[in-house]
């Protein structure tokens, strides 16, 4: 498949000037192709700017930190400042993804406070985009840059009964007094992923909430930040080495660690975890399991029922509550597309090397995918592949042999991963950009 292109280089429309729309605009830039961002925020920067919390935009709270390190998070082509600890907190991130627009002069190609209300394709192809002022405005190619944590999803099935108490999606959370004053409360976490923890941990501290439940309906490996010393994301990876070797050796090898540094999560009275490690996305923390152990936090089973001001637990006990934050994901939505046009029910939405919609040939996303390790490398790839394929220098298999591939790719992850919402679009890191590298290299054209 080739780019079909007119007289003129084709100009691109890019949704979303977060981590993933960035790397997109300089690699056009960079093929001297024309290209539009539309971002609905003031900032750039996306879930990693807490300013653009009014706007639902970020998922970050004060006392956020990254569990990739600096060298899995920087893009190839602006490092990471030397003096950033191993694991920034969400101000120097965004600092540096400032500092990246700045050195690209990306800036003058966002149009922000600019929220896309709809996307349709006519019948040659165009791309018609109208944003929420009404103003309109026509493109060769799209690209759907606008990240998947930032439509919560609340509990599925929510529990029976009705809770009296103050109740919030993981998203809006910031700190232990907003939006909610937490201080000296009962609260109940519900969720074993990341953010869930994080909060749990931050509130279980004796000067914040009186008493913290983090509610573990299902078992998780938890990895941690640090192993001898060395950042975990650092440690060669098998798997992230030699891209061709099965993850079960990964899995054994970060099994070890896990059990080496902090021995088994049932030790700890967690839920013991129905699946190996890397057979789901594993939980980052070096603070969980003391908080745990210091009895600073509690461990619940899944709710059995909501009554009033206090909450059922599936093992019988009852407890005081007055606030429940759910920790419970969130949909992969696109607003600015008709749904018979293009949806993701229960968040799946096949795409060939997470990148390309088979049937449509100027239509692209970036970051639409979850990895074990950073969104922002595979990113920056994704964005040469469609740079490169735009300035008609790379050339894409036809839609049959893209769709072989991809019900390859179907059938692994259905074999690999528990069902789950969660595991719909997960990528192993060092594979995923493993087979981007190939097929910029494979595919240039001579």
């Not at 405005?137 to 099935?157: C, E, K, R, S």
């Not at 896990?258 to 789901?280: E, I, K, V």
């Not at 594979?431 to 595919?443: M, Q, S």
Request: charged share 25%; with cysteine; glycine share 8%.
């Amino acid at each position: 498949m080739r780019m079909r292109h007119s007289t003129s280089p084709p100009h691109t429309c890019v949704i979303g000037a977060g981590s993933s729309g960035l790397p997109v605009i300089k690699a056009l830039r960079d093929r001297g192709l024309p290209v539009t961002c539309y971002e609905r925020t003031p900032h750039l920067g996306g879930l990693w700017c807490i300013d653009n919390k009014p706007w639902g935009a970020s998922a970050a709270y004060d006392s956020l930190h990254i569990n990739t390190d600096t060298r899995l998070m920087e893009y190839q082509d602006w490092p990471m400042p030397a003096d950033l600890p191993a694991y920034p907190d969400h101000r120097q991130i965004h600092g540096y993804f400032e500092s990246y627009a700045e050195r690209f002069g990306l800036r003058e190609n966002i149009r922000f406070g600019s929220e896309v209300r709809r996307c349709e394709r006519d019948a040659e192809r165009r791309w018609h985009v109208t944003l929420a002022d009404g103003d309109t405005a026509q493109f060769d190619a799209l690209v759907v840059a606008n990240g998947h944590h930032w439509d919560p999803q609340g509990p599925d099935p929510m529990p029976p009964g009705e809770f009296g108490g103050a109740q919030i999606h993981s998203h809006l959370y910031r700190n232990p007094r907003e939006p909610l004053d937490l201080i000296g409360k009962r609260v109940v976490v519900v969720g074993l992923g990341n953010s869930a923890v994080d909060i749990a941990t931050e509130l279980a501290s004796r000067a914040n909430a009186e008493r913290v439940y983090l509610v573990a309906r299902r078992g998780a490996w938890i990895l941690p930040k640090w192993f001898m010393g060395t950042p975990i994301t650092r440690m060669p990876q098998p798997q992230n080495l030699l891209p061709w070797l099965p993850w079960q050796v990964t899995s054994l090898v970060l099994g070890l660690v896990m059990r080496l540094q902090f021995g088994h999560p049932a030790d700890y009275g967690l839920p013991r975890p129905d699946h190996r490690p890397l057979q789901s996305h594993p939980t980052v923390s070096q603070d969980l399991l003391s908080r745990i152990g210091h009895g600073d936090l509690l461990v619940k089973p899944a709710i059995r029922e909501l009554r009033g001001d206090r909450v059922l637990f599936e093992d019988g006990s009852e407890e005081p509550v007055d606030a429940i934050i759910w920790c419970t994901g969130y949909k992969v939505s696109f607003p600015f597309f008709d749904q018979d046009f293009l949806a993701a029910p229960d968040n799946v939405l096949p795409l060939w090397h997470r990148t390309v919609r088979p049937d449509l040939d100027n239509l692209f996303f970036v970051g639409l995918y979850q990895p074990l390790g950073s969104v922002m490398q595979p990113a920056e790839l994704q964005a040469r592949v469609i740079g490169e394929y735009l300035a008609g220098r790379l050339e894409l298999p036809d839609e049959a042999a893209m769709r072989r591939d991809m019900a390859r790719e179907q059938r692994a992850l259905a074999k690999r991963y528990r069902h789950s919402r969660r595991h719909t679009m997960q990528v192993d890191f060092g594979p995923y950009i493993h087979r981007l590298r190939r097929l910029l290299r494979e595919g240039t054209l001579s």
